[in-house]
């Protein structure tokens, strides 16, 4: 069974500042997959660690006999396992143009299994956040998700304006006011082939999501990623091919650590599993990767337009976008995240080294409250409002 993917970014109540310290007549088929379910593996009494490793289990449960369900008993049997989970995470509103609609109820917000994103990894997808009753770089965000769209070969099942509505309308619908919106566009469902050509339509899926999680800013810790990074072609498009961001996240974990940063086939800094990276040097130049090689970061841009002000006031010298190694960013005065996810989040310790003196640096500090006063009040080219 797989899933829809969980969010990079946590909906929560944003500070204003940071400083210093009911389905009455169900349709479904049996090949679909559920949102948000956990399902524990058991085979030969063993169950498969995240560690690599393979533990005996004790006293495993054995199952002599699967029964077989009518669609109402798993339904109900679904909804039940939802209601038993535990998640800091709700799903609030679903769109699916596999079903033409929308539903609040968490328990049809599910895709097909023959969907070729589900089995083939042939999807593409984006986020925005919503503050305050409005969409945070909607059309930012759709534009990059058309582009990736283009790149992956999946046609359109609507145009730009038909997509940006139906998304404008998922939220609307969830009522929520503050949380985030995921939306894919995927080959569509059709067989288990590894060709889209039996793929009547694309498919396209939106959901809510409302983070119950306490927004965190603190500094925090990374190291170098060991796993190897995507090449140009791939890392260049938000496709749902995420194993590799997943396993250099938990490398990351493994070591105590936040995340994992990349660096290029010629040894300079790339990016992160799904943030981009920037720096203050003691120039007190800003300085980001080139995007030529990894994900055009939407928040990332933004954050490179709204540095300027600080050129104004004198708390920045420069503003750059280019190569940096990886001695160049470890004596930098300043170190950064930026995403849709954590928003500007100070970097303190990368591997060993300790960024600048140990403190989360005033440029990354305000380069994030210029985040956050730009999603609770900026122009309308990056606010779009929900009509309730």
Known sequence: MAFLSTPPFASTAYPAKFSHHSLDSPVFTPTFSVLGLGFRSISHGVVVRN?????PLVDSPQIADVPLLSCLEAIERLKTSQENQKSKQQYLAMYSSIFGGITTDKAAMVIPMDDHMVHRG???????????GYLYELDQHLDRFLRSASMAKINLPFDRESIRRILIQTVSAS?????????WLSAGPGDFQLSPSGCQQSALYAIVIQDLSPFDQKGIKVVTSSVPIKIPQLATMKSVNYLPNVLSKMEAEENGSYAAI?????GFIAEGPNMNVAFVTKEKELVMPHFDKILSGCTAKRVLALAEGLMR???LQGIRVGNLSVEEGKKADEMMLIGSGVLVRPVLQWDEHVIGDGKE???????LNLILDDMKSGPPTVRVPVPY
């Open 51 to 55: 560690s690599n490793q393979a533990e």
């Open 361 to 367: 640096g005033p440029v990354t500090l305000a380069l």
């Open 175 to 183: 009522k929520c006011r503050k949380g985030s919106l995921r939306y």
């Open 122 to 132: 042939h999807g593409v997808f984006d986020t925005a956040a919503i503050m305050d």
């Open 313 to 315: 006031e004198g708390k």
């Open 262 to 266: 990349w660096l290029d086939d010629d």
